[in-house]
């Protein structure tokens, strides 16, 4: 029986110092993840002005496409302003409006997306989502195929 008793109170004790452990971990996450939602309570709309770079890893498309995003009336506008392949080198595109946001309010934003597949242009309803100051979530759902871009500010 002491043989027993030893080997739960030391397994007691192991499992109380890993999980203390495991309580600070946790606890220094969420305080990285309230510094960032108060940066992003502190930006504002014109955060999401500007020059704009997405990668794409796709069948179609490897390498990435710049976009600048201006005020326009009283929605912001993404135009597509040049292509970059795999291997940095660069393509100028014609100027193509490809994201018009229609609301945003320093953090989230709605908005509609142009995409073109085999040969064919589509409008998508999109999310927008500020990750950071230089960084948004841009995602979107299409008859069933969701897809999620990163836009990181240049």
Do not use: P
């Not at 939602?37 to 770079?53: E, T, V, Y």
């Not at 309010?105 to 709605?110: F, I, P, R, S, T």
């Not at 960084?135 to 969701?146: H, I, K, V």
């Amino acid at each position: 029986m002491k043989n027993s008793t030893l080997l739960f109170r030391s397994l007691a004790v192991i499992i109380f110092i890993a999980g203390s452990a495991h309580l600070v971990t946790y606890a220094s996450q969420n305080k990285k993840v309230s510094k960032i939602i108060i940066n992003k309570a502190s930006s504002d709309s014109q955060a999401i002005l500007g020059n704009w770079k997405v990668t794409y890893n796709d069948e179609e498309f490897k390498g990435s496409v710049l976009y600048e995003i201006v005020e326009e009336d009283s929605h912001f506008v993404a135009y597509t302003i040049a292509y970059q392949d795999e291997n940095g080198y660069s393509k100028k595109a014609e100027r193509t409006k490809s994201l018009i946001i229609e609301s945003f309010d320093g953090y989230e934003a709605k908005g509609d997306y142009s995409i073109s597949y085999e040969g064919e242009k589509y409008h998508i309803e999109c999310d927008i989502e500020m990750v950071s100051e230089g960084t948004f979530r841009l995602s979107y759902d299409y008859y069933g195929e969701s897809a999620v871009e990163i836009w990181i500010k240049q």
